[in-house]
């Protein structure tokens, strides 16, 4: 099924696949797989090139999500109950963080249209019809291209030979295979582990999605198609790693094992920068930097071991010391003579113990051998005797 719309993308692909399939058939026979195989795969590597550009802004924008996730989560709580409110603030957040969800889908976006391009191309050529610059001998060669015995128009579904099949079956499981290991990868390696988000979560689901998606899609696609969708899936797999390698996400787990490296090479500076040499990094730097970056370190390390050298401890007191508000106990039994408690009993009295726990009872100030007066009252006075 093609559509007139896309016709510029169907000569323009075209174009490209036989520009390739002439550089092959050098060396491959020109009705081969090999030739057009290769011919298709290094058509997707000329579009992953061009979009280098996007895929950095990808990360870019991925990161500024998980950046912003801590503040997303606290405007969903402050307005979950005024949802145009909370998409208002979403907006300004976005802008704010110049970021936005979809700038994460726009290479898969931009491939859209030269997918859907390869898809109709293959499909025209199933069926002997021109499309593009495709048309006579070179019409009649991708008719009789075969990839480990299965044509290049040939599907899982619409095959009834065993061995196309098998073909299609084990490239449909490699392709959800390397999106899955892709996903995988930027999911326990290039996340700061740090921030825990609702993004991480949605991340770890479309992390088996979208292999599961493509594995059911992939029983209608080509055997051409394929071999485009493994050629980019391995590409983003080879490009991430790279990007995991050599400017990780902080925090990350490849954040720190990078630190750690540069470390060990000397090409880090006390501050925790990169010592970076020409070429944008490309190159490793020179002595006199790495050596200047150590002196730097060294000078550190110096001003941080003085500091901590003079920085003076509080020393301990045992606990009659706190007590004593902080002066030494010797100090305590100069200055101040212990007093002897008020119920204390000389040793060579004569007094029993009951009497000392009598006089223990007495209110203070009361003299010992007078009597207590009864308290005054409103009662009547008792009658004298005749």
């Not at 899609?217 to 485009?228: K, S």
């Not at 969708?229 to 902080?250: A, E, K, R």
């Not at 003299?367 to 005749?386: L, N, V, W």
Request: glycine residues 8%; positive net charge; charged residues 20%.
């Amino acid at each position: 099924m093609t559509f007139s719309f896309l016709n510029p993308l169907y000569t323009a692909v075209s174009w490209i696949i036989v520009q390739f399939h002439s550089l092959y058939s050098n060396v491959f026979d020109p009705d081969g797989g090999w030739a057009w195989g290769l011919a298709i795969a290094s058509m997707v590597v000329v579009i992953r090139i061009c979009l280098i550009p996007l895929f950095v802004k990808q990360i870019k924008a991925t990161r500024a999500m998980q950046a912003i996730q801590p503040k997303m989560k606290a405007i969903q709580e402050r307005y979950k109950n005024d949802r145009q409110r909370q998409s208002e603030e979403m907006m300004k957040l976005y802008k704010e963080a110049g970021t936005n969800p979809f700038s994460s889908c726009l290479p898969i976006l931009v491939q859209a249209p030269f997918f859907t391009a390869l898809y109709g191309v293959l499909a025209k050529v199933a069926k002997g019809q021109d499309i593009g610059v495709i048309h006579g001998d070179l019409l009649v060669s991708a008719g009789k291209a075969h990839i480990f015995g299965a044509p290049l128009s040939a599907t899982f579904v619409g095959s009834g030979e065993t061995s196309v099949k098998i073909v299609t079956a084990v490239m449909i499981i490699l392709m959800s295979l390397s999106q899955f290991v892709t996903q995988r990868q930027l999911m326990t390696k290039n996340v700061d582990l740090t921030v825990k988000t609702p993004f991480m979560q949605q991340q770890k689901m479309l992390m088996y999605v979208f292999p599961i998606m493509f594995a059911v899609m992939g029983i209608n696609f080509p055997v051409g198609v394929l071999v485009y969708w493994l050629t980019t899936n391995v590409w983003s797999m080879g490009q991430q790693l790279i990007v995991i390698h050599n400017n990780p996400t902080p925090g990350s787990k490849a954040f720190e094992e990078r630190q750690a490296r540069l470390k060990k090479a000397g090409r880090l500076r006390p501050d925790g920068t990169e010592i970076k040499g020409a070429l944008w990094g490309m190159l490793p730097p020179s002595k006199a930097a790495i050596s200047e970056a150590a002196s730097e370190a060294a000078a550190a390390a110096a001003v941080e071991e003085s500091v901590r050298a003079n920085r003076q401890q509080p020393r301990r007191q045992s606990k009659s010391q706190r007590q004593g508000g902080g002066q030494p106990t010797a100090e305590l039994s100069k200055e101040t003579p212990a007093e002897e408690p008020a119920d204390a009993v000389p040793a060579d009295s004569g007094a029993k113990p009951a009497a000392a726990k009598q006089a223990a009872a007495k209110p203070a100030g009361t003299k010992q051998g007078t009597r207590q007066q009864p308290k005054r009252g409103g009662g009547q006075r008792p009658k004298k005797k005749s």
